[in-house]
């Protein structure tokens, strides 16, 4: 995949932005865009010094731009990161896989519609890898299993890959496909987010104002 190809790509993505966008350098750490919806600008911290020059990084980018665009367009749940509450800190990191799973099933059809050519060709790639990874029978961290049940999902909807996992994996699949990331919407990302909590957390969660500032909140199942 031609880096410059990408880097047009993202140069096209980023002058879609409405919203003003500020770059900062950052020590430590891979690229990463915060919106921030109530003033109403993106923050992008960059890798200093910058990265070498590669595929993979401007993929990131480009998916990073995905989420601000999305925040600007639809909600910002939608954003790389957005305020939680009814949640203790050691709670979180249960639950973050589940969030950044289902914003990027939104995310991932952007891509799809923006540069599909491009979204196909690593579709396929990371297809591949997570048939792999399954099929060697390891063991997937919180993080890499619910990525892989998104690949799969993605892959089952745009390359038309027959859906042969089964127990819990399975039903993850099916919560992604059972919701079109089509017009992605408020409602959507709520009813994703809860039907991938509801197959194994205790929590559920939903939208609310708070000091005039969008907050999911999250709260435990009557039925647990």
């Not at 047009?8 to 915060?34: D, M, T």
């Not at 790389?80 to 990027?104: I, N, T």
């Not at 891509?111 to 579709?123: G, Q, R, S, W």
Request: charged residues 25%.
């Amino acid at each position: 995949m031609k880096t410059k190809k990408l880097k047009n790509l993202v140069k096209k993505a980023k002058g879609e932005l409405s919203w003003p966008a500020q770059e900062v350098a950052q020590e430590s750490g891979p690229l990463r865009i915060f919106s921030d919806p109530v003033v109403r600008t993106h923050t992008i911290f960059q890798p200093t010094p910058p990265l070498k020059e590669d595929p993979d990084q401007e993929l990131h980018y480009l998916h990073e731009l995905g989420h601000a665009l999305l925040c600007e367009r639809v909600h910002p749940f939608f954003s790389s990161g957005f305020p939680l509450a009814g949640l203790d800190e050691g709670q979180v990191p249960a639950v973050s896989p589940v969030l950044y799973a289902a914003s990027d099933w939104f995310v991932g059809h952007w891509m799809m519609e923006y540069c599909h050519d491009v979204a196909i060709a690593e579709l396929k790639k990371e297809f591949e890898a997570t048939a792999e990874m399954l099929e060697k029978g390891e063991t997937p961290s919180i993080d890499k299993f619910f990525v892989a049940a998104l690949i799969i999902a993605q892959a089952v909807k745009y390359l038309k890959a027959p859906l042969e996992c089964s127990g819990f994996l399975n039903s993850v699949v099916k919560a992604f496909l059972a919701v079109p990331p089509e017009k992605p919407s408020l409602l959507k990302m709520e009813n994703l987010i809860n039907s991938l909590l509801s197959l194994g957390s205790p929590f559920q969660c939903r939208h609310v104002n708070s000091e005039g500032q969008d907050v999911l909140e999250f709260y435990r199942n009557a039925k647990e």
